[in-house]
C-alpha cells in the first residue's frame, strides 16, 4: 500500500528554486497497475524516485506499508529498494562490465542470499525473460529490449511486491516494448503492484489506472 | 562477489597502467624506505651495543679516589686507599654480588726477541675474565693457581700478540716485563670495544695475577675495583651497599659524593638502549613519511576513481547495496593496492639487505653492522604500511559511501 500526502519537492540551484511537485496525494493499493502520463518536466520521474525511495520529498508524508518512509534510516530505505521496491529504469542502469547474470544477482549479493539460492533464482529470471543463452554476455552485446528486459529481472531477484518502471519502453522498439508489456502485464496477474511511467498511450491502455501529472499536479 | 570484485580492481588497475605504476610505486618506495632504515637502525643499534659490551658486560667500576668531606677529625682531601685483600673479601659483607676483582693498572716496557713496546699491564683475578670479556682464544685466562703461587705467568691480548710474536704461536713462550721473565699462558679472542678506562684497550694489555703485581712492583693500594651484581636490575642497591661497607672500614662518610669514582656500565647501558631506540624510532619516522606520500598517492589515485564510478555506486545504492557495502568495497580496493605495493617493497627490501651481506667484515660494518629483516622490522613495517592504509582507504572510500543515489545516476 502506497499512500502520499500532500508530496512537494523542490530543486535549488544556486540562486533559482523550481517546484518539481507542488502538493501530490495518491493512493495505490496493493495489486494496482498504475500508470502515470504527463508532458516531459512534469515530474513523472520525480514522483517514481520518491516512491522507489531513491529521493526523499522536501515536504509532505510518504507511508509505504505502514511505516513513515522520513523516518527511516540511509540502510533501511536501502533494504526497502532491495527486496520491496523493483525498479526499472529509461535507461536500463545496468552495470556496463558485470555480465547479464552478474547484473541479475546484484540485489541478491546486498541481500545476502547464498549461492545456491542466488543461481536458482537467476536461472529461473534469464528463462523467463527468455535470455538464458545471454547470460554470459555484456549489456553492451546486448540490444536494448534484451537489456531492459535482463534490468527486469534484476528488479525481480528479490521477488518484491512492488514494481516501478519509469519509462520501460521509452528506449525501445514497439514490439521490444510489447514484450516488455506482456512481461509486466504477467507480473500484475501474479499479484504485485505495479507502477509505470509512459508517454504512450498504448502502453498505458496496458494498466487499471491512469495518473496524469501537469507541472507537479496531479489533474485526473 | 568475490569475482566482480577482482575483476572490478584489475580493471581499475589495468585500464590506466601509468596511473597504476605511479601510484604502486609510491607505496613501494615508502615501504622499501621504511624497511632499510628501520633495518639499519636496529643493526647501528646491536652493532653499539656489542661493541659496548666489548669493555664488559652487567659491570660496575669503583675508582677509589680523596674525601670532599671531613670525617670523624679527618680533613677533606684524605686519599681513600684500597687493599685488594679487602676487595676480594667485600662479597663476604655485601650481598649479591656475582664476581668481583681488584685492578692493579700500570705502564710497563714488554719485550719478545728485539720487539719492545711500553703497553698497558693489569693485575687482575681470574673473575675479570667473564666481567670483561677478555676471553681466552688459545691458551687460557690467569687462574686460581697462578694466583695463590704468584706465578709470573701473563695473559695478553690479541693485538700485543700479534705485534710481539707476528705469526709465531705466543702461547708457552716468554717475554719480558720491565725485565722480568713472564710466561704467556693464553692470547685473548678478538672482540669489539667502543669504551675504555685506565690505560689502553684490552687487545694491546697484559693481564698478570694482581698477587706477582704487588709483590713485584710494590703496589699496596688498588687503581680500581670491577664488579658484577647478581641481579643486573639492583647494581644501584649492590654499590650502596660497597660504598657503605668501604666508609666504615677505611674511614670516610658514606654520603660522601666523590670519595669513590663510580661507572654504573649498566646505568649507561640503559641511557646508550634509550638512545639507540630513540635513534631507530626517528629512522622509522623519516621512512614512514616517505611512506606516507605513497599513501596520499593512493588516496587521491582512489578519489579519481570514485569519481569516475559515481554512476555504479549510484546502481548499486539503487538496488540496495547499504552505505558499508559501497565502503567496504573501496577500501578493501585501496588496501589492496597498498599490500600489493607493499609485498613489492619488501621484496626489493629483502634483496637489498641481502646484497649487504655481501659487504666484508671488518672496518665500516663493525659501526653499522648487517642490516637484517629481522621480525621486528617486518612487524613495525606492516603496521606502519597497514596504518596509512587504513587512512589512505578511509577517506575516499567514505566519499564513495556517501553518494546520493539519485545524483549518481543523473551522471
Ligand atoms: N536534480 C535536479 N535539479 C534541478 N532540477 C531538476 C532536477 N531533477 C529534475 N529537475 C526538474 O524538475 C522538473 C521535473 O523533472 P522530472 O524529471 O520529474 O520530469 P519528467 O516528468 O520525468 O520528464 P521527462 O518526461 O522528460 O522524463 C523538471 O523541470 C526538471 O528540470
Ligand atoms: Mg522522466
Known amino acids: 500500500m502506497i499512500e502520499l500526502q500532500d508530496i512537494t519537492k523542490v530543486y535549488r540551484t544556486g540562486s533559482q528554486s523550481l517546484e518539481a511537485l507542488r502538493g501530490i496525494s495518491v493512493k495505490i493499493g496493493k495489486g494496482e497497475f498504475i500508470s502515470i502520463m504527463g508532458p516531459s518536466g512534469s515530474g513523472k520521474s520525480t514522483l517514481m524516485n520518491i516512491i522507489g525511495c531513491l529521493d526523499t520529498p522536501t515536504a509532505g508524508e510518504y507511508v509505504l506499508d505502514s511505516d513513515k518512509v522520513a523516518g527511516l534510516t540511509f540502510d533501511q530505505l536501502a533494504a526497502v529498494r532491495n527486496r520491496k521496491i523493483g525498479f526499472v529504469f529509461q535507461n536500463f542502469n545496468l552495470l556496463p562490465y558485470a555480465t547479464a547474470w552478474e547484473n541479475i544477482e546484484l540485489p541478491m549479493l546486498f541481500d545476502g542470499k547464498n549461492g545456491r539460492r542466488r543461481r536458482e533464482r537467476v536461472t529461473e529470471l534469464l528463462n523467463a525473460v527468455g535470455l538464458y543463452e545471454w547470460r554470459g554476455h555484456r549489456p553492451s552485446e546486448l540490444s536494448g529490449g534484451q537489456q531492459q528486459r535482463i534490468a527486469l529481472a534484476r528488479a525481480l531477484a528479490n521477488d518484491p511486491p512492488i514494481l516501478l518502471a519509469d519509462e520501460p519502453t521509452g528506449n525501445l522498439d514497439s514490439k521490444s516494448g510489447e514484450e516488455i508489456m506482456a512481461i509486466l502485464t504477467d507480473l500484475w496477474r501474479e499479484g504485485r503492484t505495479i507502477v509505470m511511467v509512459t508517454h504512450n498511450d498504448h502502453i498505458a491502455a496496458h494498466s487499471e489506472r491512469t495518473i496524469r501529472l501537469f507541472d507537479g499536479q496531479v489533474v485526473a | ?411
Open chain 2, 1 to 411: 562477489m568475490i569475482g566482480i570484485f577482482f575483476r572490478n580492481l584489475f580493471r581499475d588497475l589495468v585500464r590506466q597502467p601509468l596511473r597504476t605504476a605511479l601510484t604502486l610505486s609510491g607505496v613501494v618506495w615508502g615501504t622499501f624506505s621504511v624497511v632499510l632504515l628501520l633495518s639499519f637502525g636496529d643493526s647501528v643499534s646491536k652493532a653499539q651495543m656489542k661493541r659496548f659490551h666489548g669493555m664488559g658486560q652487567g659491570i660496575v667500576l669503583v675508582f677509589p679516589s680523596r674525601t670532599t668531606l671531613a670525617w670523624q677529625g679527618f680533613l677533606k682531601g684524605k686519599a681513600v686507599r684500597v687493599t685488594p685483600e679487602t676487595v676480594e673479601a667485600i662479597p663476604e659483607k655485601v650481598p649479591g654480588i656475582e664476581l668481583i676483582s681488584p685492578e692493579f693498572v700500570g705502564s710497563r716496557l714488554i719485550s719478545y726477541g728485539r720487539k719492545e713496546f711500553r703497553n698497558t699491564v693489569r693485575g687482575v683475578n681470574p673473575e675479570f675474565e667473564l666481567m670483561r670479556n677478555t676471553i681466552a682464544g688459545k691458551g687460557r685466562f690467569i687462574d686460581a693457581e697462578d694466583m695463590t703461587a704468584r706465578k709470573r705467568d701473563c695473559f695478553i691480548g690479541d693485538v700485543l700478540a700479534t705485534d710481539l710474536f707476528g705469526t709465531e704461536a705466543p702461547v708457552g713462550r716468554n717475554v719480558l716485563i720491565d725485565g722480568v721473565p713472564f710466561l704467556v699462558v693464553g692470547v685473548m679472542r678478538t672482540k669489539l670495544q667502543n669504551s675504555n678506562y685506565n690505560g689502553q684497550r684490552d687487545e694491546r694489555c697484559a693481564f698478570i695475577p694482581w698477587t706477582t703485581y704487588s709483590s713485584l712492583y710494590g703496589a699496596k693500594y688498588v687503581s680500581n675495583i670491577i664488579f658484577r651484581p647478581r641481579d643486573l636490575g639492583r647494581s644501584k642497591a649492590v654499590m650502596a651497599g660497597v660504598k657503605g661497607h668501604l666508609a666504615k672500614l677505611i674511614g670516610f662518610s658514606a654520603a660522601d659524593p666523590d670519595a669513590l669514582g663510580v661507572w654504573d656500565t649498566l646505568d649507561f647501558e640503559r641511557q646508550f638502549t634509550t638512545f639507540f631506540l630513540a635513534f631507530t624510532v626517528f629512522l622509522g619516522i623519516i621512512g614512514s613519511f616517505t611512506l606516507l606520500v605513497g599513501g596520499v598517492g593512493v588516496a587521491s589515485i582512489m578519489r579519481v576513481v570514485v569519481e569516475e564510478r559515481t554512476r555504479e555506486i549510484g546502481v548499486k545504492l539503487a538496488v540496495g547495496a547499504r552505505r558499508r557495502t559501497i565502503l567496504w568495497q573501496f577500501f578493501s580496493e585501496s588496501l589492496v593496492i597498498m599490500i600489493l605495493g607493499g609485498l613489492v617493497g619488501f621484496g626489493l627490501s629483502a634483496g637489498a639487505l641481502q646484497g649487504a651481506k655481501a659487504f666484508p667484515a671488518g672496518g665500516f660494518t663493525d659501526f653499522v653492522g648487517v642490516p637484517v629483516l629481522n621480525p621486528l622490522v617486518i612487524v613495525s613495517t606492516v603496521l606502519i604500511l597497514l596504518a596509512i592504509g587504513v587512512v589512505a582507504g578511509m577517506i575516499p572510500a567514505r566519499t564513495a559511501a556517501s553518494t546520493d543515489p539519485i545524483e549518481a545516476l543523473r551522471k
